[in-house]
């Protein structure tokens, strides 16, 4: 089945650093890359949606400036947690959409990125 | 707004019975798509089953169904024999805006007891 790849699965940064988390589609081009952001017990927050070639569609109250998203291919997305804080501590998860489906819409899953600010 | 409403935070079903999670989600879209997940202590969000809401059929994968009630904004989830493996936290999801969001309701932790 296809794999997403997401990359560091837990990072420790101290407080002022940027940290970067990837997310590869590693069988698949993904048109879509959803990034979405989990605290302990509860729900996934997306955080932005990006589409190759073109700039991330942030929601509402979420900094541009402070996580940046990159998707310059088909089958890599990235997402930077700029000047990081003990606040941006939490659990990071990537979604990645596939260009093709001939089967209905498939999203896919990277197994997340524990991020913890000192 | 485009939400996804969960009402049950927990559900508790003895092994081998039935259980149902409940889901309302609200889009102004006529086409769209329906997800449950499961995420299971280690996170990695699994895929449980899939509703094309143009699809008038309800899905069905094995021990796992659903209940689309198109007018109503309802999809709920039916687990039939609960098993031990079954305990996790549950989503329901809905990708809209052609397929360039995606959703997710509040959680509902499930437990199965033995």
């Known amino acids: 089945g296809a794999v997403v790849s997401q990359h560091p699965s837990r990072v420790i940064c101290k407080s002022g650093t940027s940290v970067k988390i990837e997310c590869r589609s590693l069988?698949?081009?993904?048109?879509?890359m959803f990034w979405y952001r989990q605290f302990p017990k509860q729900s996934l927050m997306l955080m932005a949606t990006?589409?190759?070639?073109?700039?991330?569609?942030?929601e509402q109250g979420v900094e541009k400036d402070k996580f940046l998203i990159n998707h310059a291919s088909l089958t890599l997305s990235t997402l930077t947690v700029t000047s990081a804080h003990p606040e941006d501590s939490s659990f990071y998860i990537c979604?990645?959409?596939?260009?093709?489906?001939?089967?209905?819409?498939?999203?896919?899953f990277g197994s997340g990125t524990q991020l913890s600010v000192l | 707004a485009q939400t996804v409403t969960q009402s049950q935070p927990e559900m508790s079903v003895q092994e081998a019975e039935t259980v149902t999670l409940s889901c309302t989600y609200d889009?102004?879209?006529?086409?769209?798509?329906l997800f449950w997940y499961k995420q299971p202590p280690s996170r990695q969000m699994i895929l449980v089953i899939r509703?094309?809401?143009?699809?008038?059929q309800n899905a069905t994968e094995n021990r796992f169904s659903v209940n689309f009630q198109k007018a109503a904004k309802s999809f709920s989830l039916k687990i039939s024999d609960s098993q031990l493996g079954d305990a996790a936290m549950y989503f329901c999801?809905?990708?809209?805006?052609?397929?360039?969001?995606?959703?997710f309701g509040a959680g509902t932790i499930l437990r199965v007891k033995s």
């Open positions: 979604s990645a959409r596939p260009s093709a489906s001939t089967s209905g819409e498939k999203l896919f």
């Open positions: 069988d698949f081009q993904a048109t879509t």
């Open positions: 990006s589409n190759e070639g073109s700039k991330a569609t942030y």
């Open positions: 889009t102004s879209e006529s086409d769209y798509y």
């Open positions: 509703q094309e809401a143009y699809k008038q």
């Open positions: 999801a809905c990708l809209m805006e052609y397929g360039n969001k995606l959703v």
